[in-house]
């Protein structure tokens, strides 16, 4: 059974994610442009992230990315993330297939709250896909808890479509922007710089930009100071 959802993903732009539930007995979904992102995202966490530590990781989605990086991380424990609870059951029958002990139980996050009920510090906050599928709002509210949850050192990163200096990596980001901003005014491509400029007074500090496939962008922040 197909299903698609009304999250729209930007390694297949302008279309909407389409997540595969197949008929089967758990609840895992796929995800074909976690199938294909996950690789590139890996190549670029094995060198930026701690050997050791906790990631926390937002809107995880079906779960895919959280056990393959797991997989491939061992050094590391994951704490993935949802709002959605048909995606937490999905990252449940993912984390239960695949057998992982460095893999928690999903929780349920909501970036707007001011509260995320986790126990922190976190090594790393990743958040692949997603800043373009909230409001605005939700994206600052995702730096200040990644601000409030970092240790010094810490890394945020974020994957997906972005603008660099208020210009379109590509046509077809354009398109994508225009199609969430239809289905959402409050949706769209953020501007690196934006985001940069807002994670500043969060003690967070742009590193590094790194060029994806499908023009996506990978986004390096360090915590380099407690939240003021
Ligand atoms: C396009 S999906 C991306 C899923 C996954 N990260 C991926 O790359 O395949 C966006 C995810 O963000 C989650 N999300 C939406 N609003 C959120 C919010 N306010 N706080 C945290 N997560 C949110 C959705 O439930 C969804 O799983």
Redesign the pocket.
């Known amino acids: 059974m197909l299903n698609s959802q009304s999250?729209?993903?930007s390694d297949h732009p302008p279309r909407p994610?389409v997540v595969e539930h197949r008929n089967r007995a758990d609840a895992r979904q796929f995800?074909p442009?976690?199938a294909r992102?996950r690789g590139p995202i890996l190549e670029v966490l094995a060198r930026i992230l701690p050997k050791k530590g906790i990631v926390l990781e937002?809107?995880?989605?079906?779960g895919?990315?959280a056990v393959c990086f797991a997989k491939a991380l061992p050094g590391l424990d994951w704490l993935p993330?949802?709002?959605?609870a048909a995606?937490r059951a999905s990252i449940k029958a993912w984390i239960a297939t695949e057998g992982l002990a460095n893999v928690r139980a999903p929780i349920s996050?909501?970036?707007?709250d001011e509260v995320w009920g986790v126990a922190a510090p976190f090594d790393a906050v990743l958040s692949?896909?997603?800043v373009h599928?909230?409001p605005w709002e939700?994206a600052l509210?995702l730096l200040a808890g990644a601000g409030r949850l970092l240790r010094p050192d810490g890394v945020l990163f974020f994957?997906g479509p972005f603008m660099l200096s208020g210009i379109h990596t590509a046509p077809s980001n354009a398109a994508f922007d225009a199609d969430l901003k239809r289905r959402h005014p409050r949706w769209g491509v953020r501007d690196v710089d934006d985001l940069a400029g807002r994670a500043a007074p969060h003690g967070l500090e742009l590193r590094e930009v790194v060029k994806m496939p499908a023009h996506n962008l990978s986004l390096v922040f360090v915590k380099t100071a407690w939240a003021s």
Request: no cysteine; aromatic share 4%.
């Open positions: 999250m729209p993903n994610i995800s442009s976690a992102n937002i809107g995880s989605g079906t895919e990315h993330s949802d709002p959605n995606s996050i909501d970036v707007r692949l896909n997603m599928i909230v939700a509210g994957y």
